[in-house]
């Protein structure tokens, strides 16, 4: 399996995977040109995917499914409330495919299972792949460390994980209070701590590395949060990091 972020962050959001030939797309906050640009310089194109498919409808996820699919022509997926919630945005679609939250797609050889969650978007999901027993979590927009989110991470081989702020940071930072409460509620996101204490249980044992992702601007530092993630795991545990700015390297499993 490969893959690698288009880009990550409340700015917009995009990752690829392939496995067995088929080329997926997650989210597509970004605009199709920086989309197929950064592809284009991993030797990928947006021509081939096979499908795009969409965690939740807030815009940093979903703005340019409909640019992305009347360019690139390919099948969204979505829950229906979450296509409901986004088609004006969207524009015309022709080809939008539902599923539920917590069903399993199947894309030849290679499943992916939903799992909801409880940031406050309508009907938000993240994403595990699944390829010969191999297993890579995309996940971001999780509101709070819930239990299902727990006992997925003890099956994963690798894993996107929201590492979204820094709770100093957000306390200090420019943010009205409303939002500041939005951001560290149980609907929000995970901050770098929260974020630690998911992964550290499985280091050592099935996890084989973390890309964190959805990084805060206002709120957070790349370098901080590699740190503390580093600092957490130990040297030999490989931490990369999803960028707001550009695409992230390659990465296998």
């Known amino acids: 399996m490969l893959t690698f972020s288009l880009q990550s962050g409340s700015n917009g959001n995009a990752i690829y995977v392939e496995a067995d030939r088929v080329k997926l797309l997650f989210d597509a906050g970004i605009s199709g040109r920086q989309a197929e640009l950064r592809a284009n310089r991993h030797g990928r194109t947006l021509r081939q995917v096979d499908a795009l498919l969409i965690s939740h409808d807030h815009s940093d996820h979903a703005r340019c499914a409909g640019i992305y699919q009347r360019r690139y022509r390919f099948p969204i997926y ?25 069903q399993t797609l199947e894309f030849g050889k290679v499943r992916v299972h939903t799992l909801p969650t409880p940031h406050d978007a309508v009907d938000g999901v993240v994403f595990v792949v699944e390829y010969r027993r191999r297993r890579l979590g995309i996940l971001t927009d999780l509101g709070h460390p819930f239990a299902a989110l727990a006992q997925t991470m003890s099956t994963l081989d690798a894993a996107y994980l929201e590492s ?48 964190i992702a959805h990084l805060s601007e206002q709120n957070n530092e ?32």
């Open 78 to 102: 979505a829950t229906e409330p979450t296509f409901q919630a986004s088609r004006r945005e969207w524009g015309p679609v022709h080809d939008v495919r539902h599923f539920q939250a917590g």
């Open 164 to 211: 979204n702020y820094d709770p100093q940071m957000l306390a200090a930072g420019p943010y009205p209070e409303y939002l500041k409460l939005r951001i560290a509620g149980d609907s929000g996101h995970l901050s770098n701590h929260e974020g630690i204490e998911l992964v550290r249980p499985h280091v050592g044992n099935r996890l084989k590395w973390l890309a």
């Open 222 to 253: 790349p370098e901080l949060a590699l740190s503390l993630h580093r600092a957490s795991y130990g040297a030999d545990f490989p931490v990369h990091l999803a960028s707001r700015y550009h695409e992230s390297a390659v990465l296998t499993l």
